[in-house]
């Protein structure tokens, strides 16, 4: 990218004052203000010695206990960060990596505004001030390395390598690369100063490192195992199991045609507490799936929506999408109502004119826009959840909103936006 022309001419190597070189810290965020209560929802910190280069690494999703904020460009997906450890718990880990090192970050202002408030909400002071790190946003700008301020341009003129950037290792390493490139080519625009040294040497209070167990993110491509595959397979038991708790679970999960994490873990954790095995809960799910053909036989015609709804439910629930075909022919001659109590609903979720729902999380289309339209077609659009909600629309099924947890203490269904969308254009259609 054209800069203004960086200072290319070799000069000695910088060196750090500081005992162990420097900590190059990156944070992804479920937002920028941390007075709106937004968190680091992934930390990472690259080792660099005095002379550029790298010595260590570490990284983990930080669990936010809230919605992700603007996942489109950090890319978290909360099926992770549910499960990755609290700042709280890695805070002494954190300080272990950091202690007795010079600070730096590509715009660290905003990275010291959120460690200060992560500190702080667990009454530790730290030195993160806006002069106590090394910003390699400044430092390119004093080189004059590049026009643009963003990381992504600071590399591109230092002819750094593309990285998977908004992730914090890849950011992390980014800034590790361009500040090597600086102690090479312009040594005087990365000085470490005395606020530098004085927040490597901060005297920090008693956090003891507890070797947390980090948690990556899910690697593009990766498939997680599907629910049933952490069942227990054991011999049939004597007598039927009581199922209808897990039924109505099912439900529930499969409003959206997509099982979420969360619902994964929900669905498991009814069926240990209930004493089901894995060959009962296959048996179950195979019931499931013929009630469902046959509600869809009830009108005497299986439309090619209801079939491919019916091939989308087997995959769901680990079933060969084959025996939908053989369920179908045995179910024709037997079509009848389900009984009172035993509707599937075929076709997923239907919204109805007065339907309350509620909506969360950074979605793709505006969420005042969908609002707009839902309230247009005779949904009542609400702000909390009750009982009385009907779904709450989330941008990722997973997400750890308040909202959502309310809804899950509620027993009400979560959706993703996308299957919010295609109810709600049925309605209008309607």
Known sequence: MAGRGPVRQHQPVAVVKAAHGYAVIDTETTGILTGWHHRIAEIAVVHVDPRGHVTDEWVTLVNPDRD????????IRAADARRAPRFEQLAGDLVE??????????????????????????????????????????????????????????????????RAWHAAIDDARGAGELLAFLLRHAPSAVDVTDAHLQAADWAWPDLEPRRTSTVRRTAIGHFEPHFLARLVERMPRD?????????AMLDDALLDRQISATEGDALIQIAHDLGLHKNEVVALHLSYLRDLAREAWSDQIVTDDERNDLL????????????????????RDAAREPAPGQERKVGGLVLRPGDKVVLTGDMKRARADIAAEATAAGIRVTSAVSKQTRVLAAADPDSMSGKA?????????VVSEDAFLQALAKLIRS
């Open 68 to 75: 992700l904020g603007p996942q489109a460009i950090h890319g």
């Open 97 to 162: 990596r950091l202690r007795g090192r010079v600070v730096v970050a590509h715009n660290w202002p905003f990275d010291a505004m959120h460690l200060r408030a992560e500190f702080g909400r667990l009454g530790v002071d730290t030195p993160f001030e806006p002069d106590a790190g090394l910003c390699t946003m400044r430092a390119a700008g004093r080189a004059r390395l590049s026009s643009g301020r963003s990381l992504i341009d600071c590399c591109a003129a230092a002819g750094l390598p593309e």
């Open 239 to 247: 007598g039927e199991p009581a199922v209808d708790a897990y039924y």
């Open 312 to 331: 989308t439910v087997a995959t769901l629930l680990a079933l060969d999408p084959a025996i939908v075909g053989t369920i179908l022919d045995e179910e």
């Open 405 to 413: 947890k309310r809804a899950r203490e509620c027993g009400v269904p």
